[in-house]
């Protein structure tokens, strides 16, 4: 018989009022549970103190760290160069596709925000925290959010990019989805007021949402997810009065993309990647730098890799996967801050070939803020492992075929390629529209950090009046424009010759 491990005793604090009761009913003390300690051990015997007092006990700590705290932005003394700290990152990457790296975040402010997570890591171990951890994105910008297809056909937005993903302060995911807000504001012609706004309603769904879900049943709280096309705008509204008058515009945005969701399948992927050689067998096309072909080598270890990745899927997925085989494997360059590490695209083929399935197999690497973070628990140091967990903790729907493995002792998550995946046009979006999605990924974040997350704490914290809304509005302005100086320095450095940067790919 398993005999359950005592958990070890966690840190636990009094609340004022708990200090009062304790006098009458005797030694009580508020829990306030972090999701690290909870992910190696726990006794179902511990009960959960009341949401009520968590609340109180969030709201007591803004005597420690006040919401004002949160505003503007100064560089710390001692900065590293931000081109030193980008080329420092770019290490166990491959040389060849370095060039390419630097070439797409020189593009603008914004991409290199995306690509500098290990720039604005530093800079972020440097802000306050109220010092309440929970599973963060860890890159939680504006184009991490987005579309992707359920198991049940559904398409669902959230969340959906995880390499950087791992356990620290809440405040440092908002913060960086507040300043992406207002760079790619910037970008979009915004004013200083208009990304003011729009910096506020990102910060507003945050904290409402995390009021909103403070009091939820955990069962209930772990089943919500947000179907893109059955969005219920009077209960936004209800939340957050004024949403109403912002749907429209976004809702013509939203239609679109899922409609363009919907059609990218594996199907539709085949046609586009892919055609029959001389010998009738299926073959990747070339499209260098982004699809290429791999050697006879490495395709027998991304298929080894395959098959061990199929001992972490789910029991009845490794039967289903069982039922495909292998055809071909290419090499795949994906997005900006990724560039470099090693991903493959494998093609399979299941009943015919009808019956495509795409898996991605991408290198993952330590998060960007692993440095200023104490160590997770072991089971996450394989860092497929680490990526694949925390996109099941924060998504509320999760990718099925999702898990991890290694090659050349390098490590990989695995996932599907496509599966009714798609991106929002936040480049081309102002006003309305705009606004309404930066309200909404404030809210989707505060849905994946209440997960795991104390939520009645963070809630408690932020509180009910703009007070934060307002801070994180003065943060993002000061970082956006030390976003411009670092991207300004990249620019400098690739001019002089100190980074090299291939353009336009």
Known sequence: MAVRKKAAPQKRVKTRRAARASAKQGPHRVQVFNPLTLAETFDLRDPLESWER??????????????????????????????????????????????????????????????????????????PNMGLPVVICGDAHVNNFGLYGTAQGDVVIDIN????????????????????VNVLGRENG??????????????????LNMQRVQSMGVLELWYIHV???????????RVYPGMAKLWPTAQAVL???????????????????????????????????????????????????????????????????????????????????????????????GNSDDDALFLQVKEAVAPAHAPY????????????????????????????????????????YVRQMRNMKGALPMAYLSGAAFNFFAFGFGA?????????????????????????????ADWAEAYGEQTLKDHAALLRAIKSGRVKAVHGL
């Not at 001389?278 to 395959?306: N, S």
Request: aromatic content about 6%; glycine content about 8%.
């Open 54 to 127: 968590r609340n109180e006990h969030g709201n007591l700590l803004r005597k420690t760290t006040p919401l004002e705290s949160h505003a503007g932005w100064t560089p710390a003394k001692g900065r590293p160069d931000p081109v030193a700290t980008l080329l420092a990152s770019d290490a166990g990457r491959q040389p060849d596709l370095l060039a390419l790296r630097h070439g797409r975040m020189a593009a603008s402010p914004f991409s290199f925000l995306r690509g500098a997570a290990a720039v604005m890591a530093w800079d972020l171990s440097r802000t």
């Open 161 to 180: 990019d995880f390499d950087e993903v791992t356990g620290g302060p809440w405040e440092w995911d908002l913060k960086r989805l507040t300043a992406s």
């Open 190 to 207: 915004l004013n200083r007021k208009e990304r003011r706004v729009a910096v506020m309603l990102c910060a507003a769904g945050y904290r």
């Open 227 to 237: 179907i893109a096309d059955r969005i219920n705008i009077a209960e936004i509204d």
């Open 255 to 349: 239609t679109k993309a899922i409609a363009k969701a919907r059609r990218t399948n594996n199907a539709r992927l085949l046609k586009q990647t892919a055609d029959r050689g001389v010998d009738g067998g299926w073959r990747f096309k070339e499209a260098p730098p982004v699809l290429t072909p791999v050697d006879a080598k490495t395709r027998e270890k991304v298929i080894d890799g395959l098959n061990a990745y199929a001992d972490t899927v789910a029991r009845e997925r490794r039967f289903m996967l069982g039922r495909y085989h292998v055809v071909d494997v290419a090499h795949r360059v994906v997005g900006v801050g990724s560039v470099g590490t090693r991903a493959y695209l494998a093609l399979l083929f």
């Open 373 to 412: 973070l104490p160590p997770l628990p072991p089971r996450f140091e394989h860092n497929g492992r680490r990526v694949a967990s925390g996109q099941v903790l924060l998504q509320a729907a999760h990718d099925p075929m999702l898990g991890w493995t290694e090659i050349d002792g390098r490590h990989y």
């Open 444 to 472: 989707l974040l505060a849905r994946g950090h209440a997960r795991t997350g104390d939520a009645a704490v963070i809630a408690g914290y932020c509180g009910t009046s703009a007070a934060l809304d307002e801070a994180l």
